[in-house]
């Protein structure tokens, strides 16, 4: 069931009565239990589009709303009771503890004092555990890691107890493993808690596995919505980028660069990892793989160390995949 | 032993040994000044059995307890106004001097001082309505400089140039400064350069009630602001995620800040250096920045601080008494070199 939802959705920036539109026609649902990944190119609109989405912006056309109230009537009050946000602000919270930060994701329920309850202090308890964070609970936000801190942020928008959170590139600026981490507890959180959660990344692959649906900001700025293989399916990452260097491996699942190839070859392996990594170094070196039978030049590979290359000259063993290249290359040369 | 039970237990640590060196520091000041008085005259003024001539007993009364009473509140209110505005503007050396607010309210005193004392001197002949006058002239400086920056701060994001900005507007404000004591009276130069160099002995028995009220309404106000103090240390978004109202917080934050740097101002000079090197003191002191201990540690060094400097001003005992602007910066600039030195090792940067 959609909880947000923007319809006929223009976003972007008004100075004066001129407007920049950055990105037009949107019509996007947001919903609980599913986890979503906004990708696109850097500087295409994602911040924009998440700053509309969460009411830090108005939109310049169409509206926004949550469960059917047009989230510019919702006052900030109970806009902070529905939608939590992370984002990559610089902050000034490295002197407080882990407890202390995430307590703060519960002001909307406190008093004037912002004193905690004995249930406000359960919860808090509870999204440091949900989070993963619970062991750092006592530690400085300066001693944490890139990835911690990131946790640490999941948690205060847990403890915030919102039914939708945005979060604006949570795994940019984190190593790999990290960043899968970070998307493995967002997709728990989706499923697991039925919260509807939304994240731009830059992070193709991980997004394609745990995301259920993309949004894909296109190079002529639309957006491409829904089920994450429907969409990898239609074509739609390919039109991401304006680049005619990379395109989209539909079999990889990620993006490749377009090498040239002067000459073709013949690969015979039955190993498939074997196979893709010889293919790999051929086409760095300019060469295009060949499915002709009529090909003269043909490499057949049995293991990394056995490896034979045969010409219309006769055949040479190589040894390796660097003895392969040069024996290849000095063919290449001689013909 | 966890961070969470240690910061509590330096809390109390903290405010119990603030609290033991601003009785020590207030002692010392009631029994050390320009004119010798025996401790026993002393105890015998306090007890209320007068003393065995009636010039000490005026000194203790009517001067030396309300210097005291004035550096307590007023060390409290400047420190306070250094933390509010490091919270508003992100900024680790933020303060009402550097941003050019004291130098704001400044200007407001002179122009009563110096154009008022010269052109509308009748005007000012009872001392209550030149007070009010002063006061008034400090607020409206103060407040133009803090609406400026906040101006500014909406489209100058870089908090650097936002402080780059605060030292121009000092510039432009000392510059008109200048120009007023140029064309001053002799007198009136005399007594603005006077005032200018801050002590907290200036506030009068008879001003000391208003001061003081003016002062604990200011502080209590900030202590009200706790919470949505606490949020901006997240930065705007987050606090304003989290409900605040970022606009209506920040200009509560810089009227306090306002009222207090016009009061202190006003009465007190421009005291340069405690607002900016206190709060760093009170939280090397926590090891926090959660304003629920930090404001009122913040308040309590800042008092301790103020005391120290009047304690320092009377030390030559028999030549008189040094400004205090003489002494903060001998204080502050250290440790604000050292806070610079050691940055990245102080978490509350990171």
């Not at chain 1, 972007?12 to 190119?41: E, F, Q």
Request: hydrophobic residues 45%.
């Amino acid at each position: 069931m959609s909880i947000l939802s923007a319809k006929d959705l223009t976003v972007g920036y008004r100075k004066g009565n001129s407007t920049s539109p950055v990105i037009s026609g949107l019509n996007l649902s947001l919903s609980r239990g599913k986890l979503v990944a906004l990708i696109g190119a850097n500087g295409i609109g994602k911040s924009t589009l998440l700053r509309t989405l969460v009411g830090n912006q108005p939109p310049l056309e169409g509206e926004v709303s949550i469960s059917g109230i047009r989230i510019g009537e919702i006052s900030r009050k109970n806009l902070s009771l529905l939608l939590g946000i992370v984002n990559t602000e610089r902050t000034q919270a490295g002197a407080l503890t882990v407890r202390e930060v995430v307590s703060l994701g519960r002001q909307p329920y406190t008093g004037f004092l912002g004193i905690l309850s004995k249930n406000d202090k359960s919860i808090v308890e509870k999204a440091m555990q949900d989070a993963g964070i619970l062991h750092k609970a006592s530690s400085f936000l300066a001693e944490l890691s890139d990835g911690e801190r990131q946790k640490v942020m999941i948690a205060k928008a847990l403890a915030q107890c919102t039914p939708i959170i945005i979060l604006d590139e949570p795994t940019a600026f984190l190593d790999v493993a990290s960043r899968m981490e970070t998307m493995l507890l967002l997709h728990n959180l989706a499923h697991k808690q039925n919260k509807a959660v939304l994240l731009s990344s830059h992070d193709l692959s991980q997004s394609m596995m745990l995301a259920d649906e993309l949004w894909v900001v296109t190079n002529d700025q639309k957006i491409i919505s829904g089920n994450t293989e429907d969409v990898v399916l239609s074509g739609a990452m390919d039109s991401i980028f304006a680049s005619s260097i990379i395109s989209f491996d539909l079999l990889q699942g990620d993006f490749c660069i377009n090498l040239d190839s002067q000459y073709d070859i013949k690969l015979n392996c039955n190993d498939k990892i074997l196979k893709k990594w010889i293919g790999n170094a051929l086409k760095r070196n300019g060469y295009g793989i060949s499915n002709d039978e009529a090909c003269k030049n043909e490499i057949t590979a049995i293991s990394p160390n056995e490896i034979t290359v045969s010409t219309a000259q006769g055949s040479i063993k190589a040894n390796s995949i660097s003895d392969m290249i040069a024996i290849i290359k000095g063919k290449s040369t001689n013909q | 032993m966890n961070n969470t039970q240690k910061n509590s237990i330096r809390t109390t640590v903290a405010i119990i040994v603030l609290c033991a060196l601003i009785l020590l520091l207030a002692a010392g000041n009631l029994l050390i000044g320009s004119v010798d008085i025996p401790t026993s005259e002393i105890m015998s003024i306090l007890a209320g059995n007068g003393a065995s001539n009636p010039v000490m007993e005026i000194i203790i009364l009517e001067s030396r307890i309300p210097t005291i009473i004035t550096a307590l509140l007023g060390g409290a209110a400047l420190a306070v106004c250094g933390l509010l505005l490091q919270t508003v503007f992100n900024n680790p050396l933020a303060d009402p001097s550097i941003l050019g607010v004291s130098t704001g309210a400044s200007l407001g005193v002179a122009i009563v001082m110096l154009l008022g004392g010269g052109l509308l001197g009748s005007a000012f002949d009872s001392e209550l309505s030149g007070y009010i006058s002063t006061l008034a002239g400090a607020f409206a400086g103060a407040m133009a400089v803090l609406a400026m920056l906040l101006i500014f701060s909406t489209f100058v994001k870089s908090e650097t140039m936002l402080l780059i900005i605060g030292i121009m507007v000092s510039y432009l404000t000392s510059s008109a400064i200048s120009l007023l004591n140029f064309f001053a009276s002799e007198e009136g130069v005399h007594s603005y350069v006077v005032w200018g160099m801050g002590n907290f002995s200036s506030v009068t028995t008879d001003q000391l009630i208003s001061f003081s009220v003016i002062v604990v309404i200011g502080l209590a106000a900030a202590l009200l602001m706790v919470k949505p103090l606490n949020a901006l240390l997240l930065g705007t978004k987050y606090a304003e995620n989290l409900g605040v109202n970022i606009q209506s917080t920040r200009n509560w934050l810089l009227l306090i800040t306002g009222i207090l740097t016009a009061v202190l101002t006003a009465y007190c000079g421009p005291i340069a250096f405690i607002g900016l090197v206190v709060p760093h003191i009170a939280r090397m002191l926590l090891k926090t920045s959660n304003h629920n201990s930090l404001l009122p540690v913040t308040m309590l060094t800042g008092s301790a601080m103020a005391l120290l400097c009047t304690f320092i001003s009377v030390l030559p005992v028999s030549i008189g008494i040094i400004p205090i602007n003489a002494i903060t910066p001998v204080i502050g600039v250290p440790i604000i070199l050292y806070i610079i030195l050691n940055r990245r090792k102080l978490q509350y940067f990171n």
